[in-house]
């Protein structure tokens, strides 16, 4: 009677301690969780924060990593002009946590592999055939920008977050590589040749400048060279007027007296009267 008595005991005891200490869950940092109760409610709408929680053994809690992931995809893309790239594509993206129980419900937790990644490589195949081969490196921004816009319209009300996409590599034929890079020396080439017209232009400029300024200064010089010789021809007309109007007989009569190392003749008016000679102090009167 005692030993069935005993197994009776242990019998319950075990599932006890089963439903005390070994069934429980806990939701990591980052992530979020969905009860499971398949005898009951089914899937819980209400998404469980970090932390540890119990539940029965046949219940369960399902996790989600609700924080932003990157998914990287090498895409065989033919562009616009018939050319063919392999790309490195990644988007960054993640569930959005209050809407995870219909994430859940429609898709689950392989939601990028069964929904995302057959919508990305289609909008990356579409957004990159618009584009030629030469001008994709240079534009792989606005390439990335207008792929992630696809996406996130593709993916509106499916429950997840497109953060961005870009893209990461480029690989290129030999001959596409050359194409590239003869472009840029083209480019190259043409900036180089738009630089030196711009100083070519400025050089000219300052030679004009100078130009004119010396002519100007020639022009200035030969006015006050001109403007001075007027003036002094006219000063000089204006003291031979002066000198002119002074220069009467008897003033000058008066000069021939006044100097005494002159030789003087006088020659009189009437032929009756003598002729002086002053002959100066060598010689006698």
Known sequence: MMPSTCARAIMLVIPVLLVMYGCGTTVDQGKRGLRWNPLTAGLAKEPLKEGYYWHAPWNDVFEYDVRYQSFTEKVDVLTADDLTVHLHAAITMRPIAEELYFLAQEVGHNWYTQLVKPQFLSAVRGVVAQYTMVTIPERSSEVGNKIEAVMVESLKGRHLDVYSVALSEMEFSKMVLQAIEQKQ????????????????????????????????????????????????????????????????????????????????????????VPTIINPGPDHPR
């Open 185 to 272: 020396a083209k480019e190259q080439e043409k900036e180089q040749k738009e630089f030196e017209l711009v100083i070519a232009q400025r050089n000219a400029e300052i030679a004009r400048i100078q130009a004119k300024g010396e002519g100007d200064a020639l022009q200035i010089r030969a006015e006050g060279e001109s403007e001075s010789l007027r003036i002094r021809a006219k000063g000089q007309s204006q003291a031979q007027e002066i000198i002119t109007k002074t220069l009467t007989p008897d003033y000058l009569k008066f000069k021939l007296y006044e100097n005494p190392s002159t030789k003087t003749i006088i020659v009189p008016d009437k032929s009756n």
